[in-house]
């Protein structure tokens, strides 16, 4: 009777044990959950703040982008007006020419020579004013000529300067994008990575737990229920 009693009071302790290991084991699984939810927590506020990056990058690109607009509107405005001076300057200088030659020939008609000398004379003088006059008009349709160049190649240098630079900034902002990208990319990968590894630490870690408690256990219950075929053989032997 008495092994009996120490038999039960073995099996009882043996079950509080593996209560014991139970509760370690269900209070392990509750801190790798909180740990795993601690790192899809972190992961996710890293995966925001990467996304809001990228925005600013697309909002800075768009930036970028609306500059180069305004300055190619600008440039077509300067060019508009330089080719309205242009017209203008022109228009100006043939109207002076036409008034010229018109106030030579009215005043001429207005006049009237007694003299055939003085005819030849006047004529002579009218002749040379006239040259002079055509002279003159050649002389500033050269300078019109010459100016509407100097505007065209000013005009012309200062395009492709202007294509230049907003095509280096491209050119500089796409590299900048592309490297951007690329980080980003590299994090989340090695991030990914990290996690993966950890999870599977933890997994490993758990069942190697698990193993060595049920092993324990099974251990445990082989020995009480040796003990108990040894109690009972004793009380046959005994009957």
Do not use: P
């Not at 039960?8 to 139970?22: T, Y």
């Not at 990968?189 to 069942?207: G, M, P, V, Y």
Request: charged letters at 35%; glycine letters at 2%.
């Amino acid at each position: 009777m008495g092994d009996i009693t120490g038999a039960r009071d073995k099996l009882i302790a043996s079950s509080e044990v593996l209560n014991h290991h139970i509760k370690s084991l269900d209070q392990k699984i509750i801190n790798i959950k909180r740990e795993h939810i601690s790192k899809i927590n972190d992961l996710n506020s890293k995966t925001i703040e990467l996304t809001k990056l990228y925005q600013r990058k697309c909002e800075g690109r768009n930036r970028i982008k609306e500059g180069i607009k305004k300055s190619v509107h600008e440039l077509e405005l300067q060019i508009a007006q330089n080719i309205a001076n242009l017209r203008e300057s022109r228009h100006d200088i043939k109207l002076n020419s036409e008034n010229t030659i018109k106030n030579y020939l009215d005043r001429n008609e207005d006049q009237h020579l007694n003299f055939s000398s003085d005819v030849d004379i006047k004529r002579e003088q009218q002749f040379n004013e006239m040259s002079n006059s055509l002279s003159e008009l050649t002389n500033n349709v050269e300078l019109l000529r010459q100016k509407r160049k100097g505007i065209k190649d000013n005009i012309q240098t200062t395009l492709e300067n202007k294509i230049h630079t907003l095509q280096d900034i491209l050119h500089e902002e796409k590299c900048k994008r592309e490297n951007d990208i690329e980080s980003i990319d590299q994090l989340m990968k090695k991030i990914l990575s990290h996690f993966k590894t950890e999870l599977a630490n933890s997994k490993s870690s758990r069942i190697q737990n698990d193993y060595q408690i049920l092993t324990q256990l099974e251990v445990a219950c082989q020995k009480a229920e040796d003990y108990l075929s040894k109690i009972v053989n004793i009380n046959d032997e005994s009957i």
